[in-house]
């Protein structure tokens, strides 16, 4: 995996030179952001060892787990792929995590107004944080996986967004609510308690995040003009079926191959019954699902899933 | 006056809820999920308690119709026997 990789942006700075409050809702979140932060190295009990003998993921989030090619494998082999499975999902935080680290130093460049930026300014050393805690012990479990494609694409999407709008949607809302959601899953299935806590320090950031897009989007979304409007439209639906498609075999599955190496698998049927089962809507409803939860009624709520693209949330299966 | 509630299985217990309505909503000590303990009284509360659902990171405070009103007293006596227990 190269160590480094470019990405131009069209990022137009904007200074502003009234420093008074004019979103007080932002403002008292910035407030609260202050008062929420701590210590990657000093608030999570580093002390511990991870704890490998049970699920270090959610089974219900480990779908793995269900599938034929991995109970046929002798248990030493399934705990090493449950360990390898693991540190590969938390990478892809770790990635996200930094992309989120990107995106909203953008963000403190491009929002219009004060409020916006103060508060962005905190949530920067928030992904700071998270890039730290999650590379951390991620260490400890296995080791760092690439970044899925589908998953970097949509992230270099939200940092080539031309409207400051799109990159607030796509990253606050979307990505960060996924990760809330994806957090909140974890924290109640993992029995490792280190992870436990590093989940649930996160999730309490990730919630300010996502309620930072919803307090901009309500009021900003209906002063945009349709045109404008209808691009952010689309490029929540191009963010979403992105990212859904990839949990569900396109992308996702083949970045996982590194997994399976060393283990007595046939790739072939493997990558066969990953796509059959998640093709399956039964599998799927059976499954907490943060998308499904956290992310599509944030943007009904928003009305950026309209009557012209609600269609195409619904061949993926959402009820909107 | 508009009348709100928490859907525990959304919540996460970030607490942000409370930030905005104060005098309405509680993290009750020793509970993972935020709760309405009262009702709001005053347009005040009630804009608050809005803008709590409308910023809500989960969705998870929704306006519910009806009275609920019934289940304020309660709400609160459990929420003070909570603070007691926590003091004590």
Redesign the interface.
């Known amino acids: 995996m190269a160590t480094i990789e470019e990405v131009l942006t069209p990022v137009r700075t904007l200074w502003k030179f009234d420093y008074g409050t004019h979103n007080k ?1 932002l403002r ?2 910035y407030e ?1 952001a202050k008062k929420e932060q701590w210590n990657a190295a000093t608030d999570v009990p580093w002390d511990r060892e991870i704890d490998t003998s049970g699920d270090i993921l959610d089974p219900r989030q480990d779908m793995f787990q269900d599938f034929d090619f991995v109970k046929a494998l002798p248990d030493d082999q399934r705990t090493e792929l449950s360990v390898r499975r693991a540190a590969w999902t938390l990478s892809q935080f770790l990635h996200g995590e930094q992309g989120a680290l990107l995106c909203c130093g953008q963000l403190v460049e491009v929002v219009p107004d004060i409020d916006g930026k103060l508060y962005a300014a905190t949530q920067v050393v928030d992904e700071a944080r998270h890039v730290e805690v999650f590379y951390r012990y991620i260490q400890r479990l296995d080791r760092v996986y690439p970044i899925d494609p589908n998953l970097q694409a949509v992230i270099n999407a939200i940092l080539q967004a031309d409207l400051w709008q799109m990159k607030c949607v796509g990253m606050q809302v979307i990505v960060e ?1 996924l990760a ?2 994806s957090f ?1 899953i974890m924290k109640e299935g993992t029995r490792d308690e280190l992870l436990r806590k590093i989940v649930e320090l996160t ?2 950031d ?6 930072y897009g ?2 901009y989007m ?1 009021d900003e979304l209906p002063r945009m003009p349709d045109p404008d409007r209808e691009r952010v439209e689309d490029f929540a639906l191009m963010a979403v079926q992105t990212m859904v498609n990839s949990g569900r075999g396109s992308g996702g599955q083949s970045s996982q191959a590194a997994l399976f190496a060393d283990l007595d698998i046939d790739m072939a049927a493997a990558v066969t019954e990953v796509q059959e089962k998640m093709a399956d809507p039964e599998f799927r409803a059976q499954r907490p699902n943060a998308f499904r ?2 992310v599509i ?2 943007l009904l ?1 928003l009305g950026i899933i309209s009557d012209r693209t609600a269609p195409q949330y619904r061949e993926m299966g959402f009820e909107v | 006056m508009r009348q709100f509630s928490v859907d525990e299985s959304l919540c996460i217990g970030c607490g942000l809820c409370h930030e905005r309505a104060p005098d309405n909503v509680e993290i009750p000590p020793g509970a993972a999920a935020a709760r309405v303990t009262l009702q709001p009284r005053t347009d005040e509360e009630e804009e608050a308690c809005e803008e709590a659902a409308d910023y809500c990171p989960t969705g998870g405070i929704h306006e519910v119709s009806g009275d609920m009103s019934a289940s304020t007293p309660d709400d609160e006596k459990s929420l003070a026997e909570n603070l007691d227990a926590a003091a004590s």
């Open positions: 809702a008292d979140l609260v609510g809330m959601g909140k999730a309490m990730e919630a300010r995040h996502v309620s919803l307090i309500k939860d956290y009624p944030q709520r």
